[in-house]
Structures are given as C-alpha cells and as structure tokens.
C-alpha cells in the first residue's frame, strides 16, 4: 500500500511569515513528488514539482526533497491571505499520483 | 481557456440511476486520469488512459463504474446504480509530461 502522509492542520500563520507544510511517503522508489494547492469547492491546481534531492524555487514557493528521510516540503514565503487553502503533496507511483489528505493552511491579516 | 473541461459541474441523482460525466482535456495531452475526491481527502486515483488505451484501472473501481477515451481525445466516465457512496467529485486530470492538470470536477450527489 503507497502511503503519502500529512498532519491536517490546520496551520495558522501570520501574514508575511513562512509557512512550512510537510509530508511523509512510503515507496523508497518513488521518483517524483507534486504540490497542489486546492481552494474550497475548486479543484486542485499544481504548485510545483520536485525530483532531485534538495531545493526548487519558484518565486514565493520552495520546494524541498530528502530521499533518504522520504519526506517533501513546501515552504511559502511572506504568506498571504490568499495562500490560505488546502496544499495537497502528490507521490507518483507508476502511471498515477497518490494524494495525502492535504495540509488546511490559513494565513491570518 | 484550453484547460481540461468537464461536464457536468453539478449532477444530483437518485439512487440506482445511471450517470455519465465527460471530460475533455487539453489538446495535446496524451494521458487522462480520472480521480474521485471527497470531503476532507485527497484524491483518489481510479483509472489512467494513454491515447485510447485504457492502461490502469484501480482496484476500488466496482464493476458498476466504466470509463472510455474512444479516439484518444475526450473521455466518459459511466456509473451504473448509483449508490449514496457514490456521492463526490469526480476529477479529470491530463498530463503530457509529469505535470498533471485537472480540470473543474463534477460533483455528484446521490439522493
């Protein structure tokens, strides 16, 4: 059974702080590692993704990857109201993605 | 927008009835994924197309549940006998790469 896990939160945080979300996955051979963001009622849309071991940026968001540990993160810098979602972390095991239940973020003014 | 497009948005239903949900993906995507989501989950992975080819379909699938990418562009998915189970939003997801993009979701309700 692929496992992908998340605490639900929900993680408060003060607007212009970094938020930090993390996950834990099964599968040591798992290769590639997604991080959507999912308003309520919406459907979820893709943040970024990360293969190699390390950091990816992309403007506010950074991506981090330890494969040894098996465990992806997010960071999210100067956090906005507008932030304030559910961040899902995605395994690819094969042909399809295997969700966490999501991290509830809210950012506070 | 050339996004991925489903449709319907909204489906209610009574039990035992069928429903079919369409969705059609961006263009030059390859690969079509149907997922299904309810409240306070993530999604969960039912079946996966390559062009017309059905190549992956989970084992929660029942047999109730069909899905069918005839020319490799839009797909349908079927549910027979709907059950209050069955209530959630079903996703549509494409991909040409690794990035899969999904579309609006049909939310269903059985009754």
């Known amino acids: 059974q692929k496992e992908v896990e998340q605490n639900s939160g929900p993680l408060s945080v003060p607007e212009g702080a970094i938020a930090s979300l993390n996950c834990t996955y099964s599968?040591?051979?798992?290769?590639?590692f997604f991080w959507y963001r999912q308003y309520s009622g919406k459907s979820p849309e893709l943040i970024m993704f990360?293969?190699?071991?390390g950091d990816k940026e992309d403007g506010r968001f950074t991506a981090q990857l330890n494969k040894a540990s098996q465990y992806v993160s997010l960071l999210i810098r100067d956090s906005q109201p507008s932030d304030s979602a559910t961040y899902l972390c995605a395994v690819e095991y094969g042909n399809k993605l295997v969700f966490g239940a999501g991290t509830i973020l809210r950012v506070k003014s | 927008d050339t996004g991925v497009s489903q449709d319907p948005r909204h489906k209610i239903t009574k039990r035992g009835q069928n429903v079919t949900f369409r969705c059609d993906p961006i263009?030059?995507?390859?690969?079509l994924y149907w997922y299904r989501q309810t409240l306070g989950q993530g999604p969960e992975f039912l079946t996966y197309f390559q062009n017309e080819a059905q190549l992956e379909k989970s084992r929660l699938l029942s047999d109730r549940f069909s899905a069918e990418r005839p020319k490799g562009s839009f797909s349908t998915l079927e549910i027979q006998r709907t059950e209050q189970g069955d209530s959630a939003m079903y996703l549509c997801?494409?991909?040409?790469?690794?990035?899969?993009?999904f579309g609006q979701g049909t939310r269903l309700t059985v009754v």
């Open positions: 599968d040591r051979g798992s290769q590639s």
């Open positions: 997801a494409s991909s040409w790469g690794q990035e899969a993009f």
């Open positions: 263009s030059e995507h390859n690969r």
């Open positions: 990360i293969y190699s071991n």
